[in-house]
């Protein structure tokens, strides 16, 4: 009678071992704040891209959060440039909205819970026109300060390039 016990005993042991998985830690990820977007990702369209008020509206937007105050006009500061054709996290716009609403390491705030989704893809428009990615009918015609440079509309569109 012992050993059908003992049996029993040592398969369901045997099953209750097989069944426990230990947890599986993957030290090799990159953090999503701190890596450039996969490749893979699916192209996302940005819904205010091709509407002149809503880039208007980034345009606004970027003076009320002193978006100036780190990136200036666009020419650059404290953060990158964002006139130019070497953009850090890719210049797609999904690359453009998740620097803008998860924030970047070394700096960039993030504004996701302080912007609703609609405003942020407002300034995802805006940050794109800056460096001529938007059609030139698009773009801001002027600003309501001082230019030291030419206005959006009269960017000459540039290649953007991914910084190694």
Same mark, same amino acid.
């Given at each position: 009678m012992r050993h059908p016990r003992a049996a029993t005993f040592a398969a369901a042991l045997l099953l209750l071992l097989a069944a426990c998985e230990r947890?599986? !830690? =993957? &030290?090799a990820e990159i953090a999503p704040s701190s890596s =450039?977007?996969? @490749? $893979? =990702? *699916? $192209? %996302?369209v940005n819904p205010y891209e091709e509407n002149a008020w809503a880039v208007s509206e980034g345009q606004r937007l970027y003076t009320w959060f002193n978006c100036r105050g780190c990136h200036a006009? /666009? +020419?650059g500061g404290m953060g990158p440039a964002l006139m130019d054709d070497a953009w850090i996290y890719g210049a797609e716009p999904q690359a453009v909205f998740t620097s803008i609403a998860e924030g970047r390491p070394n700096g960039m705030p993030? &504004? +996701?819970q302080k912007l609703p989704a609609q405003q942020v893809w407002q300034l995802v428009a805006y940050v794109r026109s800056l460096g001529a990615l938007t059609r030139k @009918? %698009? !773009? *801001? /015609? =002027?600003?309501d300060t001082m230019q030291a440079r030419p206005a959006p509309v009269m960017t000459t569109p540039a290649t953007p390039v991914q910084r190694p």
């Open positions: 947890e599986q !830690r =993957r &030290f =450039r977007p996969p @490749d $893979s =990702r *699916p $192209s %996302v006009m /666009g +020419g993030a &504004f +996701g @009918d %698009v !773009r *801001p /015609g =002027r600003t």
